[in-house]
C-alpha cells in the first residue's frame, strides 16, 4: 500500500522590506498600545474620583434635606412632646397623628419605632403598623429595625439600606435619619430614597466609559494612519531604491565590459606588440636557418641559436602576461613576496626608485584580501607610470589590531581634484568598489608634492595560522 508523499513544510521568510516594516511596526502598535492603556487608566481615575466625589456631594445634600425635615418634624411635635409624661398615650397618640399626616413629595414620609422594634407610624406602608420587626432582614441581610434603634438610642444617626419604594414596589437604595425621644423610647425618623443619585452616577460612569472608547478608537485611527503612512513612505523609498539599484546596476555593468574591453584590448597589444613580432622574427631565422642548412652553410647554427632566444624572450613574455593578470606567487608564497616582484619589476621597467616594507603576519590574509591589496597595488602603480611623473615611491604592508593596511605613496604631481573626489577614474573606483566589498576602508590623499593611497582591510580577513606550516611574510 502505498502512502502519500507530504510536501516538506516551507519556512515562512520575511523579505528585507517587511522586516524594516515590522522593524519600524511593532514598536509603534506597542507604543501606541502603552499610551492607550495609561490615558485610559488614567481617565478612568479622574473620572471615578469625579464621580466619586459627586455622588458623596449628592448623598450629602440627601443627608441635610433628611436632617431638615426631621427638624420641621420636631417643631411640629415638641409642644406636645415637651408637656407630656412619660407614659401620657393621648399626648403619644396625638404625635403619631401628626407625624403620619406629614408626608411629602411622591415616596416622603415619617416613621416612627419604639424601642422593642414595633412599628407605630408608617403612613406609606401600613402594612408596618402595630408589628414587631426586631431581628428582621432586608434584601441585604441588614436588620434595619434594630439598627434605626439602637441610632436613636445614642441619639441621632444616619442609616443606608435597602427598602420596598411606594410608588413603584421595586427595592431601591434609601437613606434614612433617626432621632430618639429618649422619655417616651421612641425612634423617629425619615428617609429618602436616593435611586436618582444612582442613576446619575451609573450615567457619568457610562459617559466615562465611553469617551474612554473614543480615545481608544482615536487612538487606534492615529496608529493605523502613522503605520499607513510607514507602509507608503516605505514604498516609495523602497520604489527609489530599486531605481537608484537598477541605474548602479546597469552602470556596474557596463564598467565591468569596458574593464574587460580594456584588458583584452590590453592582452591583445601585449600579444601584437611583443609575443607576435618575436615570434614572426623566429620564424624567419627559421627559414633562413632552413635554407643554409641546405646549402650546407656553417652560419646555420648561428641562426638556429637567434631563433632558440628569440623562443624564450616570447617564453618570457608570455610569463610576464600571465603574470600581470595573474601572478603565482601571490597563491604559492603570499602578498607580500607578491608585492616584491611586482615593485622591482616596475623599478625595472621605469626606471623610478621604489622600495618596500612589509611585516611579518602572525595570521594570514584571507585569500580575497591578498588579492584586493595586489590588485589595488597594480593599479596604483600603473596610475603612477601614467601620470604622476614621480621619481620615487614606497609602499608599506603591515598588520595591526583592527586588521591590516596598504600605504602606496609617491613624489610626483598629484590627483586632479575631479579624480581625487566624486568624478574618480575608472581605476580608482575599481580600488574603492574592492574595499566596500571586504568591508574595508580606502583613503587618498593627494597635493602638488605627491598622493598617498592607503587601503585598510578589517581584522575580520586575517585568518590564524596554520599548525602546520610556517607562517610566511605577507
Do not use: C
Not at 425612634?187 to 452616577?201: C, E, H, N, P, R
Not at 555593468?253 to 584588458?263: A, F, K, M
Amino acid at each position: 500500500m502505498s502512502h502519500p508523499v507530504v510536501p516538506p513544510k516551507r519556512k515562512l521568510r520575511l523579505s528585507y522590506e517587511r522586516q524594516i516594516f515590522l522593524m519600524a511596526a511593532i514598536p509603534m502598535i506597542l507604543a501606541a498600545a502603552a499610551i492607550a492603556l495609561i490615558v485610559a487608566g488614567q481617565a478612568r481615575n479622574l473620572a471615578e474620583q469625579e464621580i466619586t466625589a459627586l455622588e458623596k456631594q449628592l448623598i450629602s445634600a440627601k443627608k441635610a434635606e433628611l436632617k431638615n425635615y426631621l427638624s420641621l418634624a420636631r417643631t411640629a411635635i415638641v409642644e406636645t412632646y415637651g408637656r407630656a409624661l412619660p407614659d401620657d398615650q393621648d399626648a403619644m397618640t396625638e404625635v403619631a397623628q401628626t407625624l403620619a399626616a406629614m408626608i411629602y413629595g411622591q415616596d416622603g414620609f415619617f416613621f416612627v419605632y419604639d424601642y422593642d422594634g414595633n412599628n407605630l407610624v408608617s403612613p406609606r406602608q401600613t402594612y408596618l403598623i402595630n408589628r414587631n420587626w426586631s431581628d428582621v432582614e432586608n434584601a441585604d441581610g441588614i436588620k434595619v429595625a434594630d439598627e434605626l434603634i439602637a441610632l436613636a438610642r445614642q441619639g441621632s444617626g444616619y442609616l443606608s439600606y435597602s427598602w420596598i419604594k411606594p410608588s413603584t414596589g421595586e427595592v431601591e437604595s434609601m437613606v434614612s435619619y433617626v432621632v430618639g425621644l429618649q422619655d417616651w423610647r421612641w425612634a423617629v425618623g425619615t428617609g429618602v430614597f436616593i435611586d436618582d443619585v444612582l442613576k446619575t452616577v451609573a450615567a457619568a460612569r457610562a459617559q466615562t466609559e465611553a469617551r474612554v472608547q473614543s480615545i481608544f478608537f482615536w487612538i487606534t485611527v492615529i496608529t493605523l494612519s502613522a503605520l499607513l503612512a510607514v507602509f507608503l513612505t516605505g514604498l516609495v523609498i523602497n520604489i527609489r531604491e530599486r531605481r537608484l539599484a537598477d541605474a548602479k546596476l546597469k552602470e556596474l555593468t557596463q564598467r565591468v565590459l569596458d574593464t574587460q574591453e580594456q584588458e583584452r584590448g590590453r592582452v591583445a597589444r601585449e600579444l601584437h606588440d611583443s609575443i607576435s613580432q618575436i615570434l614572426v622574427g623566429v620564424r624567419y631565422m627559421l627559414e633562413l636557418a632552413r635554407r643554409q642548412v641546405r646549402q650546407g652553410d656553417p652560419k646555420s647554427e648561428a641562426g638556429i641559436e637567434r631563433s632558440i632566444e628569440g623562443l624564450q624572450s616570447a617564453i618570457s613574455e608570455v610569463r610576464r602576461i600571465s603574470r600581470d593578470l595573474r601572478p603565482g606567487v601571490l597563491d604559492d608564497l603570499g602578498l607580500g613576496p607578491a608585492l616584491k616582484a611586482l615593485v622591482e619589476e616596475f623599478s625595472k621597467r621605469t626606471g623610478i626608485e621604489s622600495t618596500l616594507e612589509t611585516a611579518v603576519f602572525r595570521n594570514r590574509l584571507s585569500n580575497d584580501a591578498k588579492i584586493a591589496l595586489y590588485r589595488i597595488a597594480q593599479e596604483a602603480l600603473t596610475n603612477i607610470e601614467r601620470h604622476a611623473q614621480a621619481s620615487h615611491i614606497s609602499l608599506r604592508l603591515r598588520g595591526h589590531t583592527k586588521g591590516a593596511t596598504l600605504r602606496i605613496q609617491d613624489d610626483g604631481i598629484g590627483l586632479p581634484k575631479s579624480e581625487a573626489g566624486a568624478g574618480a577614474g575608472l581605476g580608482l573606483r575599481n580600488m574603492q568598489e574592492r574595499m566596500e566589498q571586504l568591508n574595508g576602508s580606502l583613503r587618498i590623499m593627494s597635493s602638488r608634492s605627491g598622493t598617498v593611497i592607503e587601503a585598510q582591510v578589517p581584522l575580520g580577513h586575517l585568518l590564524p595560522p596554520e599548525s602546520n606550516h610556517k607562517v610566511a611574510a605577507e
